[in-house]
């Protein structure tokens, strides 16, 4: 499986993510808010930035999973929920968007997703990683990945999903 890890060091792969091990797993139902109580962004809940609605307006069902990849809560789906490729997304609170890193080779944009700047990887095999502005020192990551296929469009509408219920 990939996982959303540019920029976070460690050894890196042809994409320029970092392996990862998952340690903890937990099923959670889509959320319907973006943000908790306080108007805070709550990093360790991701699947809460979107509702099952949202996820099924986008060709995503069934149940996000919660993962801990690293130092990172990821909202992940199984390839069952929908759209082939489409890993899921998660918040980087120790990483902004000035940290994104790209290998020799790979094909980075910078483009705009919800009005935030964001970049974009493309690297061979179909890999597509999003990263969003959130803060200085946070971001959003969505991650795609498929064979051949380039996954950046599926990647990218996932991204605008999530950014726009972002606090």
Do not use: H, W, Y
Request: charged share 20%; with cysteine; glycine share 14%.
């Amino acid at each position: 499986m990939l996982v959303a890890a540019a920029g976070c060091g460690g050894t890196t792969s042809q994409a320029g993510l970092a392996q990862t091990t998952t340690t903890t797993t937990s099923t959670r139902s889509a959320g319907t808010s973006s943000a908790g109580p306080s108007g805070t962004l709550d990093a360790d809940r991701p699947c809460e930035l979107v509702t099952a609605s949202e996820l099924t307006s986008i060709g995503i069902n069934g149940t996000p999973k919660e993962e801990r990849t690293g130092s990172t809560q990821e909202c992940v789906f199984d390839r069952s929920n929908g759209i082939e490729g489409v890993r899921g997304f998660g918040i980087r609170t120790a990483l902004g968007l000035k940290d994104f890193r790209v290998a020799s080779g790979e094909e980075v944009a910078d483009i705009i997703v919800g009005g935030r700047k964001a970049k974009q990887l493309k690297a061979t095999g179909g890999t597509c990683l999003i990263g969003v502005d959130i803060s200085e020192s946070s971001r959003l990551d969505v991650t795609a990945r498929s064979g051949e296929k380039d996954m950046c469009p599926q990647a990218l509408e996932l991204a605008q999903l999530v950014a726009k219920n972002l606090p």
